[in-house]
């Protein structure tokens, strides 16, 4: 079992900047690439961003790149998404995924524990 709890969400100026934090807990987080994936009502849930175990691979949503940044630190079981020059697009209620592997990639099949969500809205 894998626990995710994600914070920082928020209600935050378009063009503003919000940072959101995953605490792991329950499996080794160092052998598991994690993700980022964010949901608005009546869509499928879409890639946002992941990381590898190590933390050497990164990917990246087209309609973020450039504005994103995933991280995480193996110490604390944590991963961090950086989110910069954010857009009333944006809004989204964000999830945190740990996957199946090491590796971080963009599908939600890759992925088999969620956190709960936390949600970010971006005022125009």
């Known amino acids: 079992q894998v626990q995710l709890v994600e914070s920082g969400g928020g209600l935050v100026q378009a063009g503003g900047s919000l940072r959101l934090s995953c605490a792991a807990s329950g499996r080794t987080f160092s052998r598991s690439g994690m993700g980022w994936f964010r949901q608005t009502p009546g869509k499928v849930r879409e890639f946002v961003a992941a990381i590898s175990s190590g933390g050497g691979s990164r990917s990246y949503a087209p309609s973020v790149k450039g504005r994103f940044t995933i991280s995480r630190d193996n110490a604390k079981n944590t991963v961090q998404l950086q989110m910069n020059s954010l857009k009333p697009e944006d809004t989204a209620v964000y999830y945190c995924?740990?996957?199946?592997?090491?590796?971080?990639?963009?599908?939600?099949?890759?992925?088999?524990?969620w956190g709960q969500g936390t949600q970010v809205t971006v005022s125009s």
């Open positions: 995924a740990a996957s199946r592997d090491a590796l971080g990639r963009g599908a939600t099949d890759d992925y088999d524990y």
